[in-house]
């Protein structure tokens, strides 16, 4: 597993904005576009659809999270012929087999 240390810091509270230093004087800045009820699950994203993360407090993702993080990303507009899987989310797909 590959580790990375950054910086966040909220840009706009009502909307959810952040940005992300990685390392140096460049930011990535993402949106939170969705948590759920209890927030074990979200959607973060960039505003220009190219990058998307979805994302659970469990290690352990549930198949029906799954789907309504996939669906939500959809409605906001993500292309998810592009969406790369980790391979807790590909076998809940049954394409880790």
């Known amino acids: 597993m590959r580790r ?3 910086k966040a ?3 706009d509270e009502a909307r959810g904005k952040f940005v992300v230093n ?5 930011v ?5 576009l969705f948590v ?4 074990s699950i979200a959607l973060v994203g960039a505003k220009t659809r190219d990058k ?5 407090r469990d290690s352990s993702l549930q198949a029906e999270d799954l789907e309504t993080l996939k669906a939500e990303a959809v409605r906001l507009g993500f292309d998810l012929d592009k969406l790369i899987l980790g391979p807790e989310a590909r076998r809940l ?5």
């Open 52 to 56: 998307l993360w979805l994302l659970s």
């Open 9 to 11: 810091r909220l840009v």
């Open 93 to 97: 797909e049954g394409a880790d087999d």
């Open 22 to 26: 990685f390392a140096g004087p460049a």
């Open 36 to 39: 759920d009820e209890d927030y």
């Open 28 to 32: 990535a800045r993402y949106w939170i």
């Open 4 to 6: 990375f240390e950054a």
